[in-house]
């Protein structure tokens, strides 16, 4: 067996690693790899694997022994390839530990900058800088990200909202800023640093009780060892649940040599992303500080420059581009850029410092983007020749068609709003909702049902949960590239950052503007297309759809073979959801007439019926429903044709249409001339201790024969009146709740002799529908070969299967599914992605054996699953025909659908 390698060098040219190796070396250090490779400039480094993390946490925190001979030869090459030695007194190497997952967690992990400096080092770095400022600037910071990180948080020490060693060193900062009357830290010279790094390390010693490092190698083994710590930090943890991230992972640790984007006016660093993040717009975008180190524009601390002229905005107009201030080193980048979009061909996010002049790349990687932009740069893309049609239908997530679709401020009306204060605009769409402070005020407020604005100074990444919770997100603080714009926006959240007019005051829980003052539970309104703060409550409309759009899903359309319907009642929902796509209805939900609006005479109609103590009182009911339930199918029907409509018989219990009020029972009773005790005998009679596995369904059918007729009557009469009318229509009869033929059997033939009537009635030889059944049962799965004997068609109600699967109760669920997934007992509520494991298993089952029988067997999916892009893909590779849900949802099946298709193609 060879020996295990554990890191790997990149720069001078070349690199021993590649950007494909990101589960090895992270998605930092695989791309810096890649970009050394490419001839670009980037400090010389090396990689930890992945693997070290692993090791790290399978062996009580220690590392594989091969480890530090592997890491100080890499340094020897570093050494070699920067010409400078770690620890040298002359003339210092100083490297940065950098943390790098898989997949990119913007802000959620630890760097440390500027490793290496000590009291042995300082005199001669100044020496050989003549740069005493820098100097002590360069040491100020690496105290005070050493102490945060390796110190305080990956020692596991708890410290109070506000009284981490990094606030304290922030205030003594500030206080100096503020005694010295400088407007930022590039103003504080070189004395007031070098006396403030002395006092940080006197008050580190006093709160963490242990003295800051005045070893170069010690600094650079806690740096990697609080990188390899911070995977588990809580903050890194929430956001691997969010965003679905295996804690097994593990992250890479990247050790490189600094370069320096604060030794004066010629030294400058920066974001950038190759294309507009928030619009895709084909412009290079971006952010720069002068005489400042990367973290400085991430963090959100100053508000940066803008790169270009092109991109200037109503915030940064007055602020010098760097296309301006360095033009040279601006076409360099642009060259780069354009190099590294063409090699990646995708957009990337980029991060670069400027040291005297000289342009070094930090990162790229591929650059998280709205729903707009998404959809932008892949359309922009494929035009431009540098993506096939099959890449820019995966470019897009199908999660982020919801945003495209989603609601924004009314124009109409935000012309008469009330603006308070203008931001950048970080996160698109719109949101209206009351103000909180904090990220667990806005937790709280979610789980309560309620949406709300989380307010925030400058959001940092530990606000990320109450971030995801919120409905948008304003900061006073902070550009387009700073940790809270780039979360909200892989998230398509409305987002405003940078809204410097807002005065917010966490403690007080305000805001003070322009003498006006708002406070916890007011309510504002945010436009994070356009960056634009109303008071009060502005009305929504929906998100118009846009050629762009449509173009790109007719592209999607043309690719995939899975059929996609909605789940419909009404005609309106009907219409709405053909706007978006669908082509059939897979559910129509016959009881839904009797909620609702319009549904008084047919609920009490239906009320009648049920409360009948004989089947002729019973079917003189059902006759005077009739033509209530008649006209509810034909209006969808109508509107649907010459789309298919699976229109399902009666499926909820009878007793959940029965009043439990006592005054609604009166009036019941008094209508239908019967006593009051008569009617809460029957009300007795029919109710269940498990109504979910109760009497409903087809067992209705069984029971109440005349209800089955009555309905399969409405169905048929419907659908050839409006065949007669010249509309082509095709109802699918769909049975509940099965689970034996014998049941089909029952109800077919019922079916058969209604159908023989309606045709006899209206002299005509037959009328074309469907007969089927829904799968919900798991027994129905198991005997689908004999099932699907009597039926024409499945469809898997997904619901009902997983609550039978699991015997998980749908409606109880609240109760212990969070501590299923808290615990990671399960990986995600199987109500909402199918559990491919189980439920999977009896659909699967299910259509082989169906279609064992019957070949030509039509199978869809009408459960909440049928939106879901995982499930879709799953509904996909079994082979159904169709999947069907929610009318807003159809669009993203579209898409999940298209997908699934060219990750696995299908005839
Ligand atoms: P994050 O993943 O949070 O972006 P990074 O590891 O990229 O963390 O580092 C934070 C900032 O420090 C970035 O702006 C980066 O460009 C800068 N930085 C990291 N290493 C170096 C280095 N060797 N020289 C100069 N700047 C660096
Ligand atoms: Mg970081
Ligand atoms: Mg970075």
Not at 329 to 354: A, C, G, K, P, S
Not at 461 to 466: I, L, N
Not at 718 to 746: C, H, S, W, Y
Request: aromatic fraction near 6%.
């Amino acid at each position: 067996m060879t020996e295990t390698k554990y890191v790997y060098p990149f720069g001078g040219g070349s690199a021993e690693g590649r950007s494909d190796m990101k589960n090895l070396l992270g998605g930092k250090g695989a791309n810096l790899a890649e970009m050394a490779n490419l001839g670009i400039p980037v400090p010389a480094g090396f990689t930890l694997t992945t693997e070290v993390c692993t090791y790290y946490y399978d062996h009580g925190r220690s590392y594989p022994p091969a480890l530090e001979a592997e890491a100080n030869a890499a340094m020897a090459k570093v050494e070699q390839i920067m010409g400078k030695r770690f620890g040298d007194p002359a003339d210092p190497l100083l490297v940065s530990v950098r943390s790098g997952a898989r997949s990119s967690m913007p802000g959620m992990m630890e760097t440390v900058l500027n490793i290496g400096l000590c009291s042995a080092t300082i005199p001669g770095l100044i020496a050989k800088t003549g740069n005493p400022r820098f100097v002590y600037d360069a040491y100020r910071r690496l105290i005070m990200m050493y102490s945060d990180v390796v110190m305080e948080k990956a020692a596991g020490v708890e410290v109070a909202e506000g009284r981490g060693i990094r606030q304290q060193l922030d205030r003594m900062l500030e206080e100096v800023k503020h005694a010295r009357g400088c407007a930022s830290d590039a103003e504080i010279g070189a004395d007031d640093l070098k006396d403030l790094a002395e006092r940080f390390k006197a008050t580190i010693r006093k709160v963490l009780r242990k003295p800051f490092p005045d070893d170069p190698r010690e600094q650079l083994w806690g740096g990697i060892g609080a990188v390899f710590a911070s995977w588990n930090g809580k903050r890194a943890v929430s956001y691997r649940r969010i965003e679905g991230i295996p804690d097994d992972w593990g992250t890479a640790v990247n050790v490189q040599a600094m370069v320096f984007g604060n030794m004066g006016g010629g030294s400058a660093t920066g974001v950038a992303f190759t294309r507009n993040p928030a619009t895709g717009d084909n412009r290079f975008y971006g952010e720069w500080l002068a005489n400042a180190q990367g973290e400085d524009v991430v963090a959100g601390i100053r508000t940066p420059n803008p790169l270009n002229e092109a991109t200037k905005n109503e915030q940064n107009a007055h602020l010098p581009s760097l296309e301006t201030a360095m033009p040279e080193v601006y076409r360099q980048l642009h060259d780069i850029r354009d190099h590294l979009e063409r090699h990646f061909t995708d957009m990337q996010d980029i991060e670069f410092t400027i040291q005297d002049g000289r342009l070094w790349m930090l990162q790229t990687r591929i650059g998280k983007r709205t729903g707009t932009a998404a959809l932008n740069v892949a359309m922009d893309m494929l035009a431009e020749g540098m993506i096939s049609k099959e890449t820019a239908v995966l470019r897009v997530k199908p999660e982020q068609l919801d945003e495209l679709l989603h609601p924004i401020v009314d124009p109409a009306a935000e012309k008469g709003g009330d603006l308070i204060a203008k931001g950048l605009p970080a996160g698109p769409g719109g949101a209206r909702g009351q103000v909180v402070f904090t990220a667990e005020a806005a937790v709280q407020a979610a789980k309560e049902g309620k949406g709300v604005l989380l307010v925030r100074e400058e959001t940092n990444p530990e606000d990320v949960e109450g971030m995801r919770a919120a409905v948008g997100i304003l900061t006073a603080r902070g550009g387009m590239t700073s940790h809270a714009a780039l979360v909200a926006r892989g998230w398509g959240k409305c987002c405003i950052v940078g809204a410097g007019a807002l005065d917010i005051d966490a403690v007080a829980r305000t805001i003070s503007v322009n003498g006006r003052t708002f406070g916890e539970g007011d309510v504002l309104t945010l436009n994070g297309t356009r960056g634009l703060v109303y008071a009060g409550e502005l009305p929504m409309i929906d998100a118009t759809e846009n050629p762009r759009f449509v173009d790109f899903m007719r592209i999607a359309d043309s690719i995939r073979v899975l059929k996609v319907r909605t789940n419909a009642d009404t005609p309106a929902d009907a219409r709405n959801a053909i706007e978006f796509g669908a082509e059939g209805i897979g559910l129509f939900r016959t009881e839904h007439m009797f909620y609702g609006k319009g549904s008084e005479e047919p609920l009490f109609l239906l009320r009648k019926m049920i409360m009948a103590g004989t089947e002729k009182k019973r079917r003189a009911a059902l006759n005077e429903l009739f033509p209530f339930v008649k006209r509810d199918i034909k209006a969808t029907l109508e509107v649907m044709s010459p789309r298919p409509v699976t229109i399902r018989l009666l499926d909820p219990p009878l007793h959940e249409f029965v009043p439990q009020g006592k005054e609604e029972r009166k009036k019941l009773a008094k209508a239908l001339h019967v006593s009051q005790k008569k009617l809460a005998e029957r009300a007795a009679e029919l109710h269940e201790s498990n109504p979910m596995m109760g009497h409903r369904g087809v067992r209705l059918g069984v029971t109440f024969p005349e209800i089955s007729e009555m309905q399969v009557r409405a169905i048929l009469e419907a659908a050839l009146e409006l065949r007669q009318a010249g509309l082509e229509v095709f109802p699918e009869i769909m049975v509940p709740v099965t689970g034996m033929k014998a049941e089909l059997d029952n109800q077919l033939a019922l079916a058969k002799k209604v159908h023989a009537e309606v045709c006899a009635k209206y002299r005509v030889d037959s009328i074309e529908h469907l007969y089927g059944t829904m799968i919900e049962i798991p027994r129905a799965a198991l005997t689908a070969d004999e099932i699907a004997k009597s039926t024409q068609f499945f469809s898997f109600g997904t619901n009902d299967l997983t609550q039978m699967t699991f015997g998980f109760s749908r409606d109880d669920i609240g109760g212990f599914l969070p501590d299923y997934l808290d615990k990671k007992i399960l990986p995600v509520d199987p109500f909402q992605v199918i559990d491919r494991d189980s439920v999977g298993v009896l659909i699967r089952t299910g259509i082989e054996r169906g279609r064992s029988t019957r070949p030509n067997l039509k199978v869809g999916i009408c459960g909440e699953h049928g939106g879901e892009p995982s499930s879709v893909e799953f509904c996909h590779l079994v082979g159904m025909d169709y999947v069907s849900c929610s009318p807003f949802r159809v669009p993203i099946a579209r898409l999940a659908a298209a997908q699934a298709q060219i990750r696995y193609p299908r005839k």
